[in-house]
């Protein structure tokens, strides 16, 4: 079945770690692709997007994202985070034949200071 | 400018009954999309209204209905509510209507079924 993926699913790191969220599609032909977060007591909200041209997207906050298309991966990088990163990461696709925004079932980070 | 706003808040209903959730988008946004977030899950797209037409549906039943009205607003009707309803339903609010255009979501409707 179609559907996005992100196999971590609670990760804890040490503030000034680096952070590499993983995710991938099993969609064929043009995707769009992104990264949504939810901070603690907060609203869902875009941390950054990809529709084509340069793989590497830069978003918000420092987050960057890399499409590797041979990968079908989307996966959320950042090389120090901080306490303030704490939240819920959301992967979604929007598959090209479609206009359904269709969304992984989230990864939970915990920095500790 | 204020952002999506959801009412209520928190619901409470039976299995059988029929409950209506309401959404209101950011100002200037004609798009609203409806998701249901099961705990320990992604939102699941169920609908989504541009200009009070609908433009798409997810894999639900049609105990779920929806419909904006010419402000914009929109509702969300589910009847026969089932144990399984029970979910957090998120409204989001767009300026376009593809759903590639950002989405503006509201802080959601916990609604328990018992």
């Known amino acids: 079945a179609q559907s996005v993926s992100q196999h971590n699913h609670h990760v804890i790191l040490s503030e000034a770690a680096s952070l590499e969220l993983g995710c991938n599609y099993s969609?064929?032909?043009?995707?769009?692709l992104f990264w949504y977060v939810q901070y603690p007591g907060q609203h869902l909200q875009l941390l950054l997007k990809?529709?084509?041209?340069?793989?590497l997207v830069k978003g918000i906050k420092g987050f960057e994202a890399e499409f590797i298309k041979s990968k079908f991966s989307f996966n959320l990088r950042k090389p120090s985070v901080q306490w303030s990163d704490t939240a819920e990461y959301f992967c979604?696709?929007?598959?090209?034949?479609?206009?359904?925004?269709?969304f992984g079932t989230g990864t939970r980070l915990q920095v500790f200071p | 400018d204020a952002g999506v706003t959801q009412s209520p808040t928190h619901l409470i209903k039976t299995r059988g009954q029929q409950v209506t959730l309401r959404c209101s988008p950011i100002?200037?946004?004609?798009?609203v999309s409806w998701y249901q977030q099961v705990l320990g899950q992604g939102p699941q797209f169920i609908f989504q209204?541009?200009?009070?037409?609908?433009?798409g549906r997810g894999n639900f039943p049609d105990r779920f209905s929806a419909r904006q009205f010419p402000n914009y607003s929109s509702e969300l009707n589910v009847n026969a509510l089932l144990l399984g309803d029970s979910a957090l339903y998120l409204c989001?609010?767009?300026?376009?209507?593809?759903?590639?255009?950002?989405?503006?979501f509201g802080p959601g409707t916990r609604l328990t079924v018992l």
């Open positions: 969609y064929g032909g043009t995707v769009n």
């Open positions: 100002s200037g946004h004609k798009s």
């Open positions: 979604a696709v929007t598959p090209g034949d479609t206009d359904k925004l269709i």
């Open positions: 989001a609010s767009s300026r376009a209507k593809r759903v590639t255009d950002t989405q503006y």
């Open positions: 209204y541009y200009e009070k037409e609908e433009r």
């Open positions: 990809y529709f084509s041209g340069d793989p």
